[in-house]
């Protein structure tokens, strides 16, 4: 793709913020009336046309404006945008924050294994406990075999073919065999 000038990036970068905004196609009269373009709205249409050709916006349907395509699109976020850095100050709260969700995460994931035994041992029956987005995985197949009096081998294949073995002993925590 050729280099826009800085005029065709300009037009470019305004038709996207204002799409963005408005979710409405952009014309060359509104354009013209910003503070930034001390430009008509014919040279306007003109640059205009050099960008459609160049395929960075399109004219949804006649006597319309113009919306950015994906390509315009792809072309702003990699050469138009301003990314701003974070101050350090809300780099660090975002750092306390993570740690802290992380903490509460391990937290309550313990309380729910602890939860899940207890529920086992009252029910005397082998319990299964996910937490949703841990691995966004659901299961096909859930088998228990009994091995002996104290053992029972539960298989689990899940929707994505990935086969788990444990190993379980009521009376004890479980083991996993692959």
Excluded: C, W
């Excluded at 204002?18 to 409405?24: D, L």
């Excluded at 701003?84 to 750092?95: I, T, V």
């Excluded at 509460?104 to 082998?126: D, G, Q, R, W």
């Amino acid at each position: 793709m050729s280099k826009l000038n800085n005029r065709q990036m300009d037009i470019l970068r305004a038709i996207v913020e204002s799409y963005i905004k408005t979710a409405e196609p952009v014309g060359s009269r509104t354009l013209s009336k910003l503070e930034s373009f001390n430009i008509s709205p014919a040279t306007i249409r003109n640059e205009m046309s050099d960008l459609e050709s160049l395929g960075l916006i399109i004219q949804p349907y006649t006597s319309s404006g113009r919306i950015p395509s994906e390509a315009g699109l792809r072309y702003y976020v990699d050469n138009l945008l301003d990314i701003q850095r974070l101050k350090e100050e809300e780099e660090d709260n975002f750092k306390t924050l993570r740690k802290s969700m992380s903490e509460k995460k391990a937290f309550i994931k313990s309380i729910l294994h602890e939860y899940s035994m207890v529920l086992s041992k009252l029910s005397n029956y082998p319990g299964l406990l996910l937490l949703a987005g841990d691995n966004e995985l659901s299961f096909r197949k859930i088998q228990f075999l009994k091995i002996d009096e104290e053992n029972i081998l539960v298989t689990l294949i899940s929707t994505a073919g990935t086969v788990s073995n444990y190993y379980i002993n009521p009376s004890k925590t479980f083991t996993q065999k692959n």
